[in-house]
């Protein structure tokens, strides 16, 4: 059970002896728009470069690497509406060292990342924000060379078209991110720091005393709990399409789907199971008809979202094989609804989905996140209670959830002239 | 049964060569609820021109085939391995480098069954000339897809640049037209001489009981037959040693992209010495340019660097280079940096002693958190590149590691290295 350190500040701690390291997280969270979002991406790209105590990369760099190559890092997240600015560290087990004790030395090292930024006349110092500021401009530019990610954001932009807080990609709005000053960007994180919910997740071997002790020396003030709705339910709208061209071998086919179903649900299994059988999974339908079948694809998947009740189909496929491709994933979505599937795939499907579901028990990270997010929602499922429901959820259901998967946007990046 | 345990690592490794000449390898790791399973065979993309196994002639094979009979042995006559693994709640899948071709699942149930499952679909192959051809757009797709990815074209055209007149220099998957002759009867000759056995090594690590293990393969080994093992015959052009120093290729980026490849030229030792000859030119290259380095703090204040900077040390079978790479506004500006750097190195790395210790903790402490991850400690581990030490030597050797050491062998390794560069602009 996660601890309360103050009122709106949770740490939730995960004692394991079943890796060679300790990972721990600090997330300050609070509901999203575009203008905090940008506002986040500039202060992890700020935040995990400089410090008054670190003022370089090279000076941070040299602490980390004597602290036997701790990683730390900063980044943000988004959950529905809420978003997050995440400060993590993973450091060696002090079992494998000998003799030091480095979490604490972590613990130290967060705080001082985190509380004595890199500030002059209560404005980030201005070189490094300057420097930063075009670091991210340049990257928020170079992101669009990834022609996959592209697609998908393009999509995202179609099918979010009314709320620009999910049309904005995870890494900023560089409109919105130019005119962030350096004076305006203190003054928020200042808020930022008093204001979000605080969650602080470890996972290693470590108690929840020894936390308790060493985050007592942050001390965390009580904060108002805000409005922690996560699951945003989009409405129902017409169906937008979108061709763009450009100088590419491959085309990218992207669809958005309306499915209705949120997080936890009573039906959320059946989504996921369904999604698993239509193209989340490689033995599904997606993948055996476009891919397996038909040749057309190397990649042809899906991928549900259960908190904004998103399905996305996602190929990459030849530029005069749109028509053809667009049908057989029709096809799919229709045979799901009437049954056309084999009792053996549908098996294949659950099996798959539990070993996926299982298999990240052993990964500290997935641990981390999910730990976060149950507090972050008020409720958790163990890996046990999961798959339990994704055993009892039939064919019948899978049939029935085809059937409320509603189509929303199509973006399609055509390939034109390569070579 | 061998059995040895790594002390540094809290790890014991075991081990055992069967009759028909499989390595096999299984790490039991407390704890973990999934078990990992890769095998591989010492089969590559480079290795186009062989011998085949009873044969005398030399063949030589269209680029891209070990990557195709990787996509190929899933499907089988009545079934497909990806089905059959799914059953079983198995996840599979595969990869091919240059020197190797890797068939993996993991799995938290039924671990005799998916183990039982990846042997039968690796070693006994199914090719017809529909399914063949079938293939043949799948690829395709995958060619075209990295075709527009710009890091991987840097990548690729770096390694081509070092190596023109070798089978490095082709794509590991081949282009377009060279798959295009692949037939089936190709693929069941590359399969008979690489995929015997005794050219191929089974890694398992993770929920699994080592005893019980080896029984399972054992006795779906024994209940098979094989050709008997005969030494592999590859066949590789003269090398020149000569290398492309500068190509500039034009595509639709919105940044440009600049990437140095440094081919090593010297001769490198073997055994354990070669793990530490690895481990010195990775420390050697951290204190030129890592983050660490007063060099890289000044690049990147001028611009000429940025956070996409990074470097890669790759030693493989027959071959030894440096990949750096980076989004570079005025990528000769970049290279020049770069070249003055490392035209200095000795006297650079002379008067970095005092950063000796943090590069070397953080050495041991990336390969310590590797461990974590059974993906990590299986598709690394490479038990004849270094004789008979493995990844699993690596802590201890880092740990030795001397200044004196790193300064001698980034000397031997550039003093005769070929040095390439690959710019990626804006145009079509």
Do not use: C
Request: net charge negative; aromatic share 10%; charged share 20%.
């Amino acid at each position: 059970m996660p601890k309360q350190l103050a009122k709106g500040v949770w740490l939730n701690v995960i004692p394991t002896t079943q890796f060679k390291t300790i990972s721990m997280t600090v997330d300050y969270i609070a509901p999203g728009n575009v203008q905090e979002l940008s506002n986040r991406i500039l202060l992890a790209q700020l935040l995990e470069t400089s410090s008054a105590e670190y003022p370089t990369q090279t000076s941070l760099a040299q602490k980390l690497s004597m602290m036997y190559g701790a990683s730390y890092g900063v980044n943000v997240f988004r959950y529905g509406l809420q978003e997050g600015l995440r400060f993590s560290s993973t450091i060696i087990n002090d079992h494998f060292i000998g003799g030091e004790s480095l979490l604490s030395e972590m613990v130290s090292f967060l705080h001082s990342v985190i509380y004595r930024p890199l500030v002059t006349d209560k404005a980030f110092e201005p070189t490094t924000f300057g420097r930063q500021k075009q670091n991210l401009m340049a990257y928020l530019k170079s992101l669009n060379d990834d022609k996959q990610y592209y697609a998908e954001q393009q999509l995202g932009e179609l099918y979010f078209k009314n709320e620009p807080f999910f049309a904005t990609s995870l890494y900023g709005d560089a409109e919105t991110i130019a005119g962030i000053s350096a004076q305006a960007l203190y003054t928020t994180y200042q808020q930022l720091l008093t204001t979000d919910e605080i969650q602080i997740t470890v996972a290693g071997d470590v108690t929840e005393t020894d936390l308790v002790s060493m985050l007592a020396h942050w001390q965390l003030q009580d904060r108002q709990v805000h409005d922690g709705e996560v699951i945003y339910q989009r409405p129902e709208a017409e169906l937008v399409s979108k061709t763009e061209g450009q100088p590419l071998q491959q085309s990218k086919l992207n669809i958005a789907y309306k499915l209705p179903v949120y997080y936890r649900d009573a039906d959320y299994y059946k989504a996921i199971v369904f999604n698993g059988l239509f193209g989340g999974t490689p033995i599904s339908m997606l993948f055996k008809n476009v891919r397996e079948k038909n040749s057309l694809a190397y990649y042809a998947s899906s991928r549900f979202d259960g908190f904004t009740g998103t399905l996305l189909v996602q190929a990459g496929i030849d530029q005069s094989n749109e028509k053809a491709v667009r049908t057989i994933i029709a096809e799919q979505l229709t045979a799901i609804t009437k049954g056309q599937f084999s009792d053996e795939v549908f098996d294949q499907v659950v099996a798959s989905l539990i070993n996926g579901r299982e298999s990240r028990l052993d990964s500290q990270r997935s641990l981390v996140n999910q730990a976060m997010l149950d507090q972050l929602l008020h409720s958790s499922v163990s890996a046990d209670d999961w798959v339990k429901q994704i055993k009892q959820v039939t064919r019948e259901d899978v049939e029935k959830m085809a059937e409320r998967v509603h189509l929303q946007a199509v973006y399609f990046l055509k390939g034109e002239d390569a070579k | 049964m061998k059995q040895k345990h790594y002390s540094d690592l809290g790890e014991t490794l075991y081990s055992e060569t069967l009759d028909n000449g499989l390595r096999v390898y299984l790490l039991p790791k407390a704890g973990f609820h999934k078990t990992y399973a890769v095998m591989t065979t010492d089969y590559g993309s480079i290795d186009q021109s062989f011998v085949p196994l009873d044969g005398t002639e030399p063949v030589t094979q269209p680029a891209g085939i070990a990557h195709f009979l990787e996509h190929k042995m899933f499907e089988k006559a009545d079934h497909d391995a990806f089905d059959t693994f799914a059953h079983f709640g198995g996840s599979s899948n595969a990869f091919t480098s240059y020197t190797h071709t890797s068939y993996l699942f993991s799995a938290t149930h039924h671990l005799k069954e998916n183990l039982e499952t990846l042997l039968d679909f690796v070693q006994d192959p199914y090719f017809t000339a529909q399914t063949v051809n079938k293939e043949k757009g799948i690829i395709g797709q995958e060619i075209q897809m990295y075709e527009d990815d710009p890091n991987s074209r840097a990548y690729f055209g770096t390694i081509a640049n070092l190596y023109p007149d070798q089978p490095l220099a082709d794509d590991i998957a081949g282009t377009l037209a060279s798959i295009d002759k692949i037939k089936a009867a190709d693929l069941y000759l590359a399969h008979k001489t690489f995929y015997h056995p005794s050219n191929m090594s089974l890694f398992v690590v993770g929920r699994l009981e080592p005893t019980e293990t080896l029984a399972w393969v054992k006795a779906d080994q024994a209940a098979k037959q094989f050709a008997k093992p005969a030494p592999i015959k590859r066949i590789l052009p003269s090398d020149t040693q000569q290398v492309i120093a500068h190509k500039k290729l034009l595509m639709p980026v919105e940044r440009p992209k600049a990437t140095i490849g440094i081919r090593g030229m010297d001769e490198l030792p073997t055994g354990i010495d070669r793990l530490k000859y690895e481990d010195a030119l990775s420390l050697g290259f951290t204190l030129l340019l890592g983050e660490t380095a007063p060099d890289f703090l000044s690049l990147y204040d001028q611009g000429i660097i940025d956070d996409s900077f990074g470097y890669n040390i790759e030693l493989q079978r027959g071959a030894h280079h440096v990949i750096m790479a980076g989004e570079a506004e005025d990528p000769q500006a970049f290279e020049d940096a770069i070249m003055d750097i490392l035209h200095h190195a000795t006297d650079k790395l002379a008067s970095a002693s005092d950063r000796f210790e943090a590069v070397q903790r953080e050495a041991i402490g990336s390969t310590l958190s590797s461990f974590n991850s059974l993906e990590a400690i299986a598709n690394q581990f490479d038990d004849r590149l270094y004789g008979d030490a493995t990844l699993f030597d690596e802590v201890g050797v880092i740990k030795q590691l001397t200044m004196n050491d790193v300064i001698q062998t980034m000397t031997q390794f550039l003093s005769t290295a070929g040095i390439s560069l690959q710019e990626i602009v804006s145009g079509h």
